[in-house]
């Protein structure tokens, strides 16, 4: 059962399409990767679902409830968690959960249950009279994930919750992640690491210029790049003679090609018996190979094949 539905969203600053005809579902109890580069429309994608911006055009809903119509609704059942710390510094750790919790209307033992129940969460009730200023930046991170889990919301947006943390902190917080998905919340994950959207992940979307160019489980997506892997062919002179593409992609096993500048990427479902035609083929065409790389299907491969840029420019 769908909790989240995007249908056909736009958003649109003058002319320009922050975001263009996205649509996706995400499934309750889902933890849903959106993955794109920078500018590729995820944080206005994001900003839509909690309500913090309007669209243009399409519609959205989360748990039947229309994020324009019914955006008061939408806010009492989402949680949303910011890349930026959202905590003030002189408070302390309990304080600071106190102050947001009473923002989301609790209050009494109520308050001072839930509390309780997000410090021992994210392992940091013996910390809760320490100021925030002393904590370290993975202890802020989990601090500010809890903010986000006061009011038990059935949706909850992580905006890079990981940004900055040391290697243990950031166990911690997956910890968290798994458990809060296993009490019933359905969480939508941004993030620049690729290992951690590999690991978390149910369902992962990629966007770039303000539109999902592909959208699946991890399995489904690496199969875009072929189960043998992808062939990466440095050439010259740069650029493809007219009909090498097609000369190639009717090679054994080759599955998909695309060019970039200099560069041919050969997606194949057996690299070992697909090399060797390809490499004839290039040869006859004329053109020179100055390195050549053999590597295993990976979200991080497929994302810079889709894309043509790493994730964290």
Known sequence: MSIVQADSLVKKYGGIAAVDGVSFSIEKGQIFGLLGPNGAGKTTTISILSTFLEPTGGEAAVDGLSVRRQAGKVREIIGFVPQEIALYPTLTALQNLKFYGKMYGLGGALLDERCRDVLELVELWER???????????????????????????????????????PQSREHIFDTIFKIRDNGATILYTSHYMEEVELLCDHIAIMDR??????????????????????ELEVAP???????KEKIQGQQEVTATRSEDNKLFVSSSNSARSLPPVLKVLEQSGCQISSLELYAPSLEKLFIQLTGKELRE
């Open 128 to 166: 809760r009279h320490d100021n925030i200023e002393k904590f370290s930046g993975g202890m802020k991170r989990r601090i500010n994930l809890g903010a986000g889990l006061l009011h038990g919301p059935r949706f909850l947006l992580l905006d890079e919750p990981t940004v900055g943390v040391d």
């Open 210 to 231: 303000g539109k999902v160019i592909a959208s699946g489980t991890l399995k489904e997506l690496l199969k875009m790049l072929g189960e043998g892997g992808v062939i």
């Open 238 to 244: 740069p650029g493809c003679p007219a009909g090498l």
